[in-house]
């Protein structure tokens, strides 16, 4: 079964992803926000302020894993992806920024008051678990 259309919804629908990074072996966990670009569903963007801890993280080590954090206690769907990295955009957020209002309207007020400190970072995700339901669990791979 082809499960890219699913991974797409649930991306689109998802607000949050906790993305983890390890270094020196120590893992890290943070909540970002995040939006894709249905054209490349393989590279998801977040937005980090310039002095982020996360920043001097991913300089160290590029891999990375995530899960979108379903919306309510009731809600099953969600993307597992263990096998990613990230870098830093050559996109501005004003390159994106279309893209996150789209997802996270929210984020217009943040982009207005830090919009200028903030930097695009992406993460390509190679692949990924895609959990529909209890019972419907699928895969995606990007290459």
Do not use: W
Request: aromatic letters at 10%; hydrophobic letters at 40%.
């Amino acid at each position: 079964m082809e499960y890219l259309p699913d991974y797409t919804r649930i991306l689109k629908q998802g607000g949050i992803i906790a993305l983890a990074t390890s270094v020196n072996d120590k893992p890290n966990v943070r909540i970002v926000n995040y939006c894709c670009d249905e054209t490349n569903p393989s590279v998801l963007y977040f937005a980090t302020g310039f002095d982020s801890g996360k920043i001097s993280e991913l300089e160290e080590n590029e891999s990375a894993a995530f899960t979108t954090i379903p919306k309510s206690h009731d809600d099953t769907p969600h993307v597992r992806a263990y096998n990613a990295s990230v870098c830093k955009s050559e996109l501005f957020l004003n390159d994106v920024k279309d893209l996150f209002l789209a997802h996270s309207p929210g984020l217009a007020e943040t982009f207005e008051m830090i919009g200028d400190s903030l930097s695009v970072y992406e993460i390509h995700v190679k692949d990924a678990d895609v959990i529909v339901d209890m019972l419907e669990i699928g895969k995606v791979s990007f290459n």
